[in-house]
């Protein structure tokens, strides 16, 4: 006698088939991650100067605009704080702001901003440096070019994501 299959269809494997959509005509919608090296004084010196002013916006625009070469839609734009400083407190303008040390604080801090300029999403890394007084130093001496002030200079990616 032949053994027959029994009356059953066969059983297979279930198999998914994805393929990545592409970027579709005016959806530019992207993330990006900067770091921005700021010193700061304590006590700021005078104390009465925006020495110790920042300005998130000015920093993802001058990224862009600069390291990416793109032109911005400044049709509208919009600078929240995700994170303030552990050692000290912002003063919010509109653009950007003071970072204020807590009294005789000395050493890192930073602060998180997401930046949007047209449909552009930044997020700003601030790298709060504060020491004593000033940053001084020889004449044409630029603090910000010192790598002990700051080690991975002025302005950085940290990462580019696009979708």
Same mark, same amino acid.
């Given at each position: /006698?032949?053994?027959?299959?029994?009356?059953?269809?066969?059983?297979?494997?279930?198999?998914?088939?994805?393929?990545?959509?592409? #970027?579709?005509?005016?959806?530019?919608? =992207?993330?990006? #991650?900067?770091?921005?090296?700021?010193?700061?004084? +304590?006590?700021?010196?005078?104390?009465?100067?925006?020495?110790?002013? $920042? =300005?998130?916006?000015?920093?993802?625009?001058?990224? @862009?605009?600069?390291?990416?070469?793109?032109?911005?839609?400044?049709?509208?734009? %919009?600078? #929240?704080?995700?994170?303030?400083?552990?050692?000290? *407190?912002?003063? /919010?303008?509109?653009?950007?702001?003071? !970072?204020?040390?807590?009294?005789?604080?000395?050493?890192?801090?930073?602060? #998180?901003?997401?930046? &949007?300029?047209?449909?552009?999403?930044?997020?700003?890394? !601030?790298? $709060? %440096?504060?020491?004593?007084?000033? $940053?001084?130093? =020889?004449?044409? !001496?630029?603090? !910000? @070019?010192? %790598?002990?002030?700051?080690? &991975?200079?002025? @302005?950085?990616?940290?990462?580019?994501? *696009? +979708?």
């Amino acid at each position: /006698m032949i053994d027959l299959p029994p009356d059953v269809p066969p059983q297979y494997a279930p198999v998914i088939i994805a393929q990545a959509t592409q #970027t579709q005509q005016g959806d530019t919608k =992207t993330d990006r #991650t900067i770091g921005v090296c700021q010193l700061i004084e +304590n006590p700021p010196i005078p104390p009465t100067t925006a020495v110790n002013s $920042f =300005t998130p916006l000015g920093s993802a625009s001058v990224f @862009l605009e600069k390291q990416e070469h793109r032109k911005l839609d400044w049709s509208s734009w %919009k600078v #929240t704080v995700l994170q303030g400083p552990e050692h000290g *407190t912002l003063e /919010m303008g509109t653009r950007g702001g003071r !970072y204020h040390p807590a009294p005789d604080y000395r050493g890192p801090d930073r602060a #998180t901003f997401l930046v &949007q300029i047209g449909n552009l999403k930044v997020k700003v890394l !601030y790298f $709060f %440096k504060v020491q004593f007084g000033g $940053f001084g130093g =020889t004449e044409g !001496y630029d603090p !910000y @070019l010192d %790598k002990k002030n700051c080690p &991975q200079g002025r @302005l950085w990616k940290i990462s580019l994501n *696009t +979708n």
